[in-house]
């Protein structure tokens, strides 16, 4: 699955023409879960539904990069 930290929306000019974060790949913020994937709960309903049918979730995690540096990013600006 994409990550699952809050994620920056709409659009921004990075100099090439508008961009859209609809890859789920421009973390906003590292310390909350993005509210569109529900609560931590309801992730952790799915992991074990999916365990209960012997399926493994692989989630993903962005380490070299997080997206744009724009004014949108006002908890983490540095």
Same mark, same amino acid.
Do not use: C
């Given at each position: ?5 809050? /994620?920056?929306?709409? =659009? ?6 508008? =961009? ?27 992991? /074990? ?22 004014? /949108? ?6």
């Amino acid at each position: 699955m994409t990550p699952l930290v809050e /994620q920056i929306t709409g =659009s921004t000019d990075e100099g090439t023409g508008m =961009s859209y974060p609809f890859h789920r790949y421009w973390a906003r913020d590292w310390t909350a879960m993005d509210k569109r994937f529900g609560a931590e709960e309801d992730i952790t309903d799915m992991d /074990q539904a999916a365990h209960d049918a012997d399926i493994r979730i692989i989630f993903d995690v962005v380490a070299n990069h997080i997206g744009p540096v724009t004014d /949108q990013d006002k908890v983490w600006p540095d």
